[in-house]
């Protein structure tokens, strides 16, 4: 028997046993049932050449060069029934559907087997039998490209619909039905039409074994690794497989034995490589499960959040109004002693809101539900805002905010309006709770075609240590903690976020602890 005979006879095996080893997987999945036909069908196919190449009589030589027809007339229809279907768990085709796709190949199966309308008659070749060609082959090449074509735009169309692993399934089945497609198709139609030989149509047969095991795997497999892993086993098994064949064709003795040796050699270095392979999609694998349970995890304490604030918002916005009432008189008048632990209430439950909404943000930022509103607004009238809204804080400090407004009118860009007087809020508000004595100074000016403000501090000041991590959530400086024991963190945190969604950056800068802090926050005057 010659080496081709030996490798088809190989193919078959490996078709049939992965073909029979995803089918038992689960024999319910319709993906299954149908990948198994596949490889049956791909046996038929691979049966022909071996049979024209093996056998002597001619008589054979005829029948394998049909029975090459048949398999690939029905291997066709079992490609696009299942393009249809994969990546599915339960695919479903209705019974119109399946006659309109098996009708034009079950027509080309019966007469390539029965006539010689496609295969007329063999010669007899130097490689074996070389099919000779009737009337009907052109008409068959036709209908094959056809229904490859098919086959290629509903895998497409599959990939496309498709998201996360079963994208990766799709790389492991494209690159198996590349090779497949690209080797079948030159040596069993292109090669033959233009050449009238069929000298190389055994490889055409031996190329399905890629689509088998790339697309076997990925039906199996639950959890999928990077195809350039499978590549590297799938080299070491071509060499070994090749080193194999040279043993074999060895004609004498000595060949035999540094062959032999090459070949051991080659299979414990090729057999240590996989297996460090696998170690690393064992660990792999674990840092993926790992990573999905801290997604899962961050995704419940996100939900917990959200659902906390809301739930806690209402009644601090009741206790806050009826605060406000008794306050104002509303239901008497108070004696001092009264007013005073109410108003201590009142500041503690307004504190207590505060969190709750920057929590609610912070949940909303999160899970990507928060979107900007922008409208085209001045800056300048942003700005005066917040400092006409905060200047009784920093005159009860006895210290100064001054607000220097430019002497140009700034052009007017695009915003949304209620989170960047967020950000300006919260950076001007944590810089007055943070300053013991000098002020505050807001600022503006243009720079790059971008719009910077500037708010600079006299206050406690930063090391680079706690720069570094003072936009992150619930981080604080040691000066934050110390001098203003009820922020949370966050505040930085969300004022980042809202920046960074108008495609601008915030931070800080300062020369060390007691010598103050400039905050900087830039946004691009178009988008």
Known sequence: MSITGILILIVILINLSIGFLVFLKDRKVLANRIFLVITLVAVIWALGPFLAS???QIYLGLLGARIAFL???LLAPALLIFSLIFPKEFGYISLKKYLIILSPPLFFALISLFTPLIVKSVELKPWGYNPVYGSFYLFFALYFLIYICLIIFNFVKQYLESSGIQKIRFKYLALGLFICILVGLVTNLIFPAVTGLSKFSNLGPVSLIFFTIFTGYAIVAKRLFEIRVVLVQLLVGVIAVLLLFQVLASETFFEYIWKGALLITFLIFGWLLIKSVLSEIKHREELQKAYTEVERLSKTKSEFISIASHQLRTPLTAVKGYISMILEGTYGQLAEKQARPLENVYKSNERLIKLV??????????????KLEPQETSIEEIISNVVEELKIEAKKKNIYLNWEKPHKPLPKILIDIDKTRQVILNIVDNAIKYTKQGGITVSTKIQDSRLRIQVKDTGEGM????????????SRGKAGTHLYSGGAGLGLYIARKFVEMHQGKIWAESKGKGKGSTFYIELPLSR
């Open 71 to 73: 398999g690939a007339s």
């Open 357 to 370: 909404n920057d929590l609610l943000s912070v949940s909303r930022i999160e899970s990507g539900k928060l």
């Open 463 to 474: 090391t680079e240590k706690e720069i570094s991590y003072l936009f992150e959530s619930f």
């Open 54 to 56: 093996e056998l002597k």
